[in-house]
């Protein structure tokens, strides 16, 4: 299926990984596409090879979203689709999810950092497109959350509780705002292999990652993009890119405490390296 019917898109976090590789398939299906990051020359680089339109803002900045929602708006066109992909993870650091020394950042700023981008970036985006889109009587929103915020994501506890927030939210917009015509879509895929896992965009690895650790049916940024624009044009909710997702979602609601005391069992192995 082509997104022939999606005039204009916008995709945060457009310049690396995921949501390159989402512009690329939109400007393939001839969707005009507005790609906007944080790093203005990787947002550059993106839209020049699409034929696209680079935007450079940080989407923790609600006043950087509702301008680019409102330039591109009166420059460009009505947004048909928002991609609110955007998303960062510092780790919990030696310690777990108490931790204070966090991943690459101080503890305050690691969960406020995640919060802002992995949840309140989504919120701004869906506040300043929605009402534009119900006025026009339809439209599109993806998140892109992660398989961490339905299962978890061991060693990052800001991470995990942030793409719960993710899918809760979008949960909400898609309750919401259907009846108005808003199509919406949450995306929570498990490994990807891009600079967020500690690999290189497009280097088509598929094992490694941070620590060196096997990771459980990685897939390539392109692959993912397909599945996300097949599946959110066919009016999906909730788009699983990886299939085994559903199978452990499945045993996580049998079974709460068993499927915790699974992934204890999992955290032992993964520390001990085997
Ligand atoms: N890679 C995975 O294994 C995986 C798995 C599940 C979900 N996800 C989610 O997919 C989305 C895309 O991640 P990715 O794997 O492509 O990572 P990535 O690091 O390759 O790309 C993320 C992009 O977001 C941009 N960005 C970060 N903070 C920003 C900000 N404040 N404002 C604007 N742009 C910002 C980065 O510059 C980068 O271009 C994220 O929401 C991530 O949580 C990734």
Redesign the pocket.
Known sequence: MTAIAIKNAVV??G?????RALCRRLAADGVGVVV????GD?AETVAEEIGGIARQ????DEKAIISLVDDTESDVGPIDLFVS?????FGDGESGAISTEGGMNPIDDRWSISWK??VMAQVYAARAVIPKMIERGGGHIIN?A???GLLSQIGDSAYSATKHASVGFTEALAIDYGDAGIKVSVVC????A????GME?DSGATEGGFNGNAIDGIMQ?GEVADIIIDQALEGRFMILTHPQVTNYMQRKSGDYDRWVGGMRKFRRSLSSGN
């Open positions: 945060t976090g310049g690396h990984g995921i949501g906007a990051d944080i790093e990787a803002l940080d989407v923790s992909n955007a998303g960062v993870g981008v992995n892109v992660s398989a961490a895929p498990q490994a990807v891009t600079r967020l896992i965009d940024a």
